[in-house]
């Protein structure tokens, strides 16, 4: 158990379709981020989130949405991806004064 | 630009020999340095860090790393490799203030042979 869960822990869905990853972490912690994970290239950091507040969006296609409503939660809402989006997206968070991030188990996205 | 290298995709070495994963990094000043792994299908799990003072940092299940800042260098390593140590092993960088924006590099696969 790392703290940070991540659901649906799969996740196949079409081109046309509106579906969301939720993040939950009960650490206590006040920053939260979303990464991608492909094949054969370094982990990309979409969308950091600061006390709620987004601090960071690495151009990131309007096609993925991000939402934290409160520090222990953030989502990460999808509409009319693409077959390049499908990868490992993984969910952070860290306390600030304290750089190490702690992960969730992440979910596979696969759009079809 | 800021990145971070690992220039080794794949190791494969025998249960019981010893390991040393390579991590070179490019920055502005001396970051912070971590070493993450991850098993098939599950997320990151942070081996050990390195912020300051001593440049030999232990971490869990009996690696260590040696920061090298003239080398920009921080080598993962374990004297005695067990079986369960297969899988992708991480190195990633976070500046030393402000939101850590993490840069990671692209993994090495270990591979431990029986």
């Known amino acids: 158990e790392t703290g940070v869960t991540q659901t649906p822990r799969h996740l196949v869905m079409g081109m046309t379709n509106k579906k969301s990853l939720k993040c939950e972490q009960h650490?206590?912690?006040?920053?939260m981020y979303w990464y991608k994970q492909s094949a054969k290239k370094p982990l990309e950091l979409m969308f950091v989130?600061?006390?709620?507040?987004?601090?960071e969006n690495n151009s990131v296609p309007s096609r993925f949405s991000p939402e934290c409503p409160n520090s222990s939660h953030l989502f990460l809402h999808l509409h009319t991806l693409q077959p390049e989006d499908s990868a490992l997206y993984l969910c952070?968070?860290?306390?600030?004064?304290?750089?190490?991030?702690?992960f969730g188990q992440g979910t596979r996205l696969t759009v079809v | 630009a800021q990145s971070v290298t690992q220039p080794d995709i794949h190791i494969t070495v025998s249960e019981g020999a010893s390991l040393e994963l390579r991590c070179n990094y490019s920055?502005?000043?001396?970051?912070?340095l971590f070493w993450y792994v991850q098993s098939p299908g599950q997320g990151l799990q942070l081996l050990l860090k390195y912020f300051s003072g001593d440049t030999l940092v232990q971490g869990i299940k009996g690696f260590e790393a040696e920061f090298k800042r003239s080398q920009s260098s921080f080598n993962l390593r374990k004297p005695s490799v067990h079986w369960s140590d297969a899988a992708e092993y991480f190195c990633a960088v976070a500046p030393l203030s402000g939101t850590y924006k993490y840069i990671f590099g692209t993994g090495t696969r270990l591979k431990v042979l029986a």
């Open positions: 952070a968070s860290s306390q600030e004064g304290r750089a190490e991030a702690f």
């Open positions: 920055y502005g000043a001396t970051p912070y």
């Open positions: 650490l206590g912690h006040n920053a």
């Open positions: 989130y600061n006390f709620k507040e987004q601090t």
